[in-house]
Every structure is written in C-alpha cells, then in structure tokens.
Nanobody
Framework: QVQLVESGGGLVQAGGSLRLSCAAS????????MGWFRQAPGKEREFVAA????????NYADSVKGRFTISRDNAKNAVYLQMNSLKPEDTAVYYC????????????????WGQGTQVTVSS
C-alpha cells in the first residue's frame, strides 16, 4: 500500500504564500502521476494540479493557473505545491493523491489519498 502525508498548511492573509508538501511511503511505482485536490466545507472535492513522474508535464485548474506551481522530487518520493497570491476562495483542505496509470485529473481515477492539510486564507 501507498501512504501519503501532507504538511505545510496554515493560516495566511490574502496575497500571501504557502508551500505544501506530500511525502509518500510504502510501495513505489516506476511511473505514476501525483496530484493535488482541495475541498471546502460543503463543497465537492476539486482538482488543483498534477504532475507526471518525469516532471515534464503538468496541469492546473484554471482557478489556480499562474499562481500555483506543482513539483516533485522522485528521490524523496515527495510532491510539492507552491501557492502564491493566495485568495480567500483558496481556503480548503488540500489533499495529495496518486494515480498509478493515467494522465488524468478526475478525482475518481486516483488510487491513494492523504488525510489532508488545512489552508485558510483571510481577507
């Protein structure tokens, strides 16, 4: 099994920055996609960003494009999300997730999930 643990969440003012980290342990894969999703209270979980194993392809939700950057360190089995120019609407629990096969961004296609880390952006 693959276990994922997120960290780096917190409380920031609008316009500020946070860097989220996700550490993976357990079984590893020679090729896999890692992504970030988020969920606000009473809302559906939504896609934020994803990155291929090689790091040569990334994808972002329109709502975060130009503000967030996803990256990974395969030697450390880790993925990161640098969040800049944060807005109150970015407030949510952020989840790290793994897709073993697909270059896809639907939450139903991801195989493993972390417990989430809270990000709160005040106005």
């Amino acid at each position: 099994q693959v276990q994922l643990v997120e960290s780096g969440g917190g409380l920031v003012q609008a316009g500020g920055s946070l860097r989220l980290s996700c550490a993976a342990s357990g079984r590893t894969f020679s090729r896999y996609v890692m992504g970030w999703f988020r969920q606000a209270p009473g809302k559906e979980r939504e896609f934020v960003a994803a990155i291929r194993w090689s790091g040569d392809s990334t994808n972002y939700a329109d709502s975060v494009k130009g503000r967030f950057t996803i990256s990974r360190d395969n030697a450390k089995n880790a993925v990161y999300l640098q969040m800049n120019s944060l807005k109150p609407e970015d407030t949510a629990v952020y989840y790290c997730a793994v897709n073993k096969r697909n270059w896809a961004f639907d939450k139903t296609l991801y195989d493993y999930w972390g417990q989430g880390t809270q990000v709160t952006v005040s106005s």
